[in-house]
C-alpha cells in the first residue's frame, strides 16, 4: 500500500470506543488503530514479540495485547506500538509503508523496530504535514472557544471584536489577542487524552509580552460518535451561519486560509469532557514557567510537556473574564 493511501486512511481512523477498537488492515497482519484518547497503534496480530529494546520517545511499544472489534472479530496475541497523540500522521505512515513493504509474510516484533528505527528522527521530531491529530482538535478547540466568546456578544462590534481576535493563521505565538489599552492575550491548548497533557511549544507562549501576562486556556475532549458530538466542520458551519457583514468576511476568509480538509475535519467527532470542564490560568501558574524564565545564556528556544490540575479559572469567571475584554475590544472598533 502506498504512503500517501496510508497516511488517509490514519487521518480518518474512528477512535476506540470503550473496549471496541475498530481497525484498518493494510497487509500481511499489520493493522492500523486508534485509541479511545485519539493515539495511533501499529498492531501487529499473532506476531512474535521483539527480542530487542525499542528507544523512542514518543511511542509506547506492548506485546501479549488483544483487541475486541465488531468489524474485524477479536485480534489476539498482538504487539502494539502506540504513538503519542502529537506524533504527526505522515511519520506514522512512513514506518508503516516500510514495514508493510515487501507484500505477504507474517511480521514481527523485530520487524516494527526496524521500521521505527528507519525514521526514527522524523518520530522525534516536531515534523507536520496536512492535518494531523494535533492540528485538528487544536482547531476544533480554537474554534469551540471562539464559539462559546461569541454567546457573550450584544452587538455587532463585539462579534468583529471576537473574530479579530482570533489569530488563526500567519506567524502568531498566542491564538487569542485583544490589543486593547489594557490588552489580554490567551493560547489554547486542546487534549483528548484523560489527563489535562498539553506542550509549551514556545517560550512565547507563556512569556509576559506587550500586553502583560498571557493566559492559557486548557480544553479536554474526547471523540465520540456521530450524533454525540461536533465535528471542525460542524463548528466552522455554526459560527459562519451565525454572523454576517464584516465579521462574517473576515471569519470566512481566515477558514479558506486554513486550507480545511473536508474530509479529514468531517470524519472525528469531538465534544468536551462533561466532568472536565475547559480551565484559564495565568502563565505564571503554568509549570515550568518560573523555573524556565527567563532562558538561560545560550537557549534560543524551548519547548516541554505539562501537566494542569484543575485549579483555575472556570465557568462564569472565565466569561467575565472574556466579556470585559470584549467590550474594550468594541470600543476600540467603534472609535476608529
Avoid at 156 to 171: H, T
Avoid at 290 to 311: A, H, I, K, M, Y
Amino acid at each position: 500500500m502506498k504512503r500517501n493511501d496510508i497516511e488517509r486512511i490514519i487521518a480518518k481512523l474512528p477512535a476506540a470506543d470503550g473496549n471496541l477498537t475498530p481497525q484498518q488492515h493494510i497487509g500481511a497482519n499489520i493493522w492500523l488503530a486508534r485509541s479511545s484518547s485519539g493515539s495511533v497503534q501499529i498492531v501487529l496480530s499473532s506476531a512474535e514479540p521483539p527480542s530487542k529494546t525499542l528507544m523512542l520517545r514518543r511511542a509506547t511499544l506492548d506485546q501479549g495485547v488483544n483487541f475486541l472489534s465488531e468489524e474485524n472479530g477479536d485480534i489476539e496475541g498482538c504487539v502494539m506500538l502506540e504513538f503519542d497523540p502529537e506524533v504527526d500522521g505522515f511519520a506514522v505512515s512512513k514506518v508503516a509503508e516500510h514495514l508493510s513493504r515487501d507484500g505477504e509474510g507474517e511480521r514481527s516484533g523485530d520487524d516494527l523496530i526496524d521500521s521505527v528505527e528507519s525514521f526514527q528522527s522524523m518520530l522525534e521530531g516536531g515534523y507536520s504535514n496536512g492535518w494531523s491529530w494535533s492540528k485538528l482538535i487544536g482547531t476544533w478547540g480554537e474554534l469551540s472557544c471562539l464559539e462559546r466568546m461569541l454567546t457573550l456578544c450584544t452587538d455587532d462590534n463585539e462579534i468583529l471584536a471576537c473574530i479579530r481576535s482570533w489569530k488563526s493563521i500567519g506567524v502568531h505565538c498566542l491564538d487569542f489577542v485583544f490589543d486593547h489599552s489594557h490588552g489580554f492575550v490567551f493560547d489554547v491548548k486542546t487534549t483528548s487524552r484523560t489527563k489535562r497533557d498539553h506542550n509549551i511549544s514556545s517560550i512565547d507562549q507563556v512569556a509576559s509580552g506587550i500586553y502583560g501576562e498571557a493566559y492559557l486556556l486548557s480544553i479536554m475532549i474526547r471523540p465520540v460518535a456521530e450524533g454525540e458530538g461536533f465535528t471542525l466542520l460542524d463548528l466552522i458551519e455554526r459560527i459562519s451561519m451565525s454572523i454576517d457583514g464584516e465579521a462574517k468576511s473576515l471569519f470566512d476568509k481566515k477558514i479558506e486560509a486554513l486550507d480545511i480538509d473536508r474530509e479529514i475535519c468531517s470524519a472525528h467527532y469531538f465534544r468536551e469532557r462533561s466532568s472536565r470542564p475547559m480551565i484559564m490560568l495565568p502563565s505564571s501558574r503554568v509549570p515550568g514557567v518560573d523555573r524556565f524564565l527567563p532562558l538561560p545564556e545560550g537557549v534560543p528556544e524551548l519547548s516541554w510537556p505539562v501537566q494542569l490540575t484543575e485549579n483555575g479559572i472556570i465557568g462564569s469567571e472565565i466569561d467575565d473574564l472574556l466579556t470585559e475584554n470584549i467590550l474594550l475590544q468594541s470600543e476600540v472598533i467603534s472609535n476608529e
